[in-house]
C-alpha cells in the first residue's frame, strides 16, 4: 500500500543547582559572561496556575537511575532543557514546558509534531541534536537537563552534568535504545510527577491493547521495519521504538535482522542482501530521499513479500515522524494513523 506525500551497581551521584558562584566560573569556561543571567526566573512552568503539573514538595528529592549512577533532582525544577528524541514532548505531556529543546526530525517551530502542537505559551531555544551547543545550553540557566534518548555518550553527560543535574539514558539505552514507557517513567520521575507519568503510561498501555485485540492478524506474523538513505538500506533491531511498537501489537522482528544485530540501533544491508528485508510484511521509511527511491529500485522489487503486495513505504513524513518519534504523545497518534496501513496488506 502507498501513501501520498504530504510532508556490580554505579555509585550514587546527588546533583544540586549550581551556586552563583560556579555559574560564573562555567559561563567563563563556555561563553562571554555577558550571556550569563542570575539563575532565578522561570521559563519551563507548566501551563496554567502556579503549580497545575501535580508536582508536590513531597515528590523531591527525585531519584532517577541512569547508565551513569542514579541521579537526585532536590527540588522542582523551573527550568528544564530537554535534549534527548522526544524528552521534549515527554516533558509536554506531563504539563512542564522546556525552555530548550532539541528537533531530531526538523519539523521546524516548536520543534515537535502535529501531535505536540499548541503544548508551549513560548517557543523553546532550538539546541543541535548530535552535537548540542554547550554554551547555548549553560546560557539557558537550565536546573534540569533531560536526555534520556541519545547516544550514551559519557564524554556527552559529563559536559551536561557540569550545568546541571541530568537525566541520561539508563542502562542498555544507549543508542537510541529506549522505549516511550522507559522515557516517560524517568522525565516523570525528574519532575517529581511520578503519579501522572504512571497514568500516561497506564493509558497508552491500554491503547496498544485495544489495536493489538482488533488486529488479532497482527499475532505471531514476522515484519521487517527498513529505511533507505540515498544508495543505503538498512533494517532496525529490537530495543528501538519502531520494534518495540510493532512487538507490542503482536508482531515478531525479522529473526534474519536480529542475527545481525550489534550495539548500534539498525543494521546496513547491503544490495546483494536486500532479500534479508522479506517478511510476513515489510515496513519501509525513506531518509532524506523520495519514497520513489525505495519503490522504483528494481532489487527491492523482487523481495519476496514485495513482490506479493506485503508491503509499506511511508511516503507522508508526518507518519513517518510519528513512527520514529516513539515519545508517548507520538505513539497514540500512530496508533491511530499507522496501524491501518499495516492491516491493509495482511487481509
Not at 54 to 70: D, I, N, Q
Not at 221 to 228: A, D, H, M, V
Request: with cysteine.
Amino acid at each position: 500500500m502507498r501513501m501520498r506525500r504530504t510532508a556490580s551497581t554505579p555509585p550514587v551521584r546527588r546533583l544540586r543547582r549550581a551556586p552563583a558562584a560556579l555559574w560564573v566560573a562555567l559561563c567563563a569556561l563556555l561563553l562571554p559572561l555577558t550571556a550569563c543571567g542570575s539563575s532565578s526566573g522561570g521559563g519551563a512552568s507548566p501551563k496554567g496556575a502556579e503549580d497545575s503539573s501535580g508536582a508536590s514538595a513531597g515528590a523531591f528529592p527525585a531519584t532517577v537511575a541512569t547508565k551513569f549512577g542514579e541521579v537526585t533532582v532536590e527540588e522542582k525544577p523551573t527550568r528544564v532543557v530537554a535534549l534527548g528524541w522526544g524528552d521534549a514532548e515527554a516533558a509536554l505531556a506531563l504539563g512542564v514546558q522546556p525552555v530548550g529543546a532539541s528537533d531530531w526530525l526538523a519539523f521546524g517551530g516548536d520543534g515537535v509534531g502535529p501531535w505536540a502542537e499548541g503544548r508551549y505559551d513560548k517557543s523553546p531555544r532550538m539546541i543541535g541534536t548530535l552535537e548540542p551547543e554547550f554554551e547555548k545550553i549553560a546560557a539557558l540557566r537550565p536546573d534540569l537537563i533531560l536526555d534520556t534518548k541519545s547516544s550514551g555518550d559519557r564524554t556527552r553527560y559529563e559536559t551536561l552534568s557540569k550545568i546541571a543535574p541530568t537525566i541520561g539514558v539508563p542502562r542498555g539505552g544507549e543508542q537510541y535504545k529506549i522505549s516511550w514507557e522507559k522515557q516517560t517513567e524517568m522525565v516523570s520521575t525528574a519532575l517529581g510527577l511520578a503519579g501522572k507519568g504512571k497514568a500516561l503510561i497506564a493509558e497508552t498501555e491500554e491503547k496498544f491493547a485495544r489495536s493489538a485485540a482488533a488486529h488479532p492478524e497482527f499475532k505471531g506474523k514476522t515484519i521487517t521495519l527498513g529505511s533507505r538513505t540515498g544508495s543505503t538500506f538498512g533494517a532496525y533491531v529490537h530495543g528501538t521504538g519502531r520494534v518495540d511498537f510493532v512487538e507490542r501489537l503482536g508482531f515478531t522482528n525479522n529473526p534474519k535482522v536480529e542475527a545481525r544485530a550489534d550495539a548500534s540501533f539498525s543494521v546496513t544491508l547491503s544490495r546483494e542482501n536486500l532479500d534479508l528485508l522479506d517478511a510476513d510484511l515489510t515496513v519501509m521509511t525513506p531518509i532524506g530521499v523520495e519514497a520513489s527511491k525505495i519503490t522504483d529500485d528494481p532489487l527491492y522489487q523482487a523481495v519476496p513479500s514485495v513482490k506479493d503486495g506485503r508491503d509499506v513505504v511511508f511516503d507522508d513524513e508526518t507518519l513517518s515522524s510519528a513512527f520514529a518519534t516513539d515519545s508517548v504523545l507520538s505513539v497514540a497518534y500512530a496508533l491511530d494513523k499507522v496501524v491501518p496501513l499495516f492491516a491493509a496488506p495482511l487481509k
